[in-house]
């Protein structure tokens, strides 16, 4: 899924600013399909604009400029559907956690434990936000997608706690040796 889609998919269910895309794309129920920032929103927004899938009306605030507001049309409608029949491509996953643990063993075995612990926790909140949106939804395809995300998010959490140890063992002794090595006294 691009930018240009989640914009689609984010207005065809409701009115939104730019800003309000961006947090709804970051932390509300649509951070787990793309990674979007202001600097591919706004054009992505400017785009379907002139491609005629929104409109966009400003609203004047006392003090401040006016807010544009963003509003899908029948054609942005009509191509988020289209969007939506073209296969969706493999998951894109990346974890900064995976770079640390391949590295283990160059860092101090506390290093590797803290980045555990930091992952565990981070996957339980995600867990919990999760758990969150399903109390809140009444649509059927969103309880579905979140009951599949809490179960991912559940095995990644439940293998990470399982396997810890061996992860940690990687990790290079208080001496600054790597796991299995000896220096041969002479």
């Not at 990470?160 to 002479?186: H, K, M, N």
Request: glycine share 6%.
């Amino acid at each position: 899924m691009n930018v240009r889609t989640l914009c689609l998919a984010i207005l065809y269910f409701g009115d939104a600013t730019g800003y309000e895309i961006k947090k709804m794309s970051v932390e509300g129920r649509y951070a787990h399909f793309v990674d979007a920032s202001f600097g591919s929103i706004y054009p992505a927004l400017a785009k379907l604009e002139a491609d005629g899938c929104l409109t966009v009306r400003e609203e004047p605030q006392p003090g401040k400029p006016a807010r544009k507001i963003y509003s899908i049309t029948e054609a942005g409608r009509q191509q988020f559907i289209e969007a939506l029949h073209e296969p969706p491509g493999p998951d894109v996953f990346r974890s900064a956690f995976l770079m640390v643990s391949m590295c283990a063993d160059l860092l101090p075995r506390e290093r590797v434990a803290q980045a555990v612990d930091e992952r565990l926790a981070d996957l339980s909140a995600e867990i919990e936000h999760l758990k969150q949106v399903a109390e809140t939804t009444e649509s059927a395809g969103v309880a579905w997608s979140v009951r599949y995300g809490i179960t991912c998010l559940t095995a990644s959490r439940d293998y990470l706690a399982a396997t810890r140890e061996d992860l940690e063992a990687i990790a290079v002794d208080p001496a600054g040796e790597p796991p299995g090595d000896t220096v041969a006294a002479e």
